[in-house]
């Protein structure tokens, strides 16, 4: 089987698995731009940056800051952020992944081992 064959069918392997771990009793059901969102964030929790309400709405470049904003408070709503104030200016809320949201990350990572092992 060539390379452009085999690339595809392990992505299809991925969407499949991914699609039924969705679909698990208990799972929280996150719409696209709310999936977008939490893969936005990622890479600058992985760091352990900070990331502010502000620049949190900035990072998802593919979405107008309206939606941004109710994506985060979605995602709040349904337990995977959390904000926390500032020590030193209560006005600057910080946006940070709660362990739902670990989990999810986890789920997605499972999702990659199984479809990469068949």
């Not at 709503?77 to 949201?101: C, Q, S, W």
Request: glycine share 2%.
């Amino acid at each position: 089987m060539d390379n452009k064959r085999v690339n595809s069918q392990n992505y299809l392997h991925f969407l499949y698995r991914l699609e039924a771990a969705r679909k698990l009793p208990g799972a929280t059901k996150l719409d696209p731009l709310e999936e977008r969102m939490l893969s936005c964030l990622a890479p600058a929790w992985h760091l352990g940056k900070k990331i502010t309400v502000l620049e949190a709405m900035k990072n998802c470049s593919h979405m107008s800051s309206t939606t941004a904003h109710r994506r985060l408070k979605s995602l709040r709503r349904k337990g995977f952020v959390e904000l926390f104030a500032d020590e030193d200016d209560n006005r600057i809320k910080y946006v940070r992944p709660t362990d739902i949201a670990h989990q999810y990350f986890a789920n997605i990572w499972q999702c990659i081992e199984e479809s990469k092992a068949s």
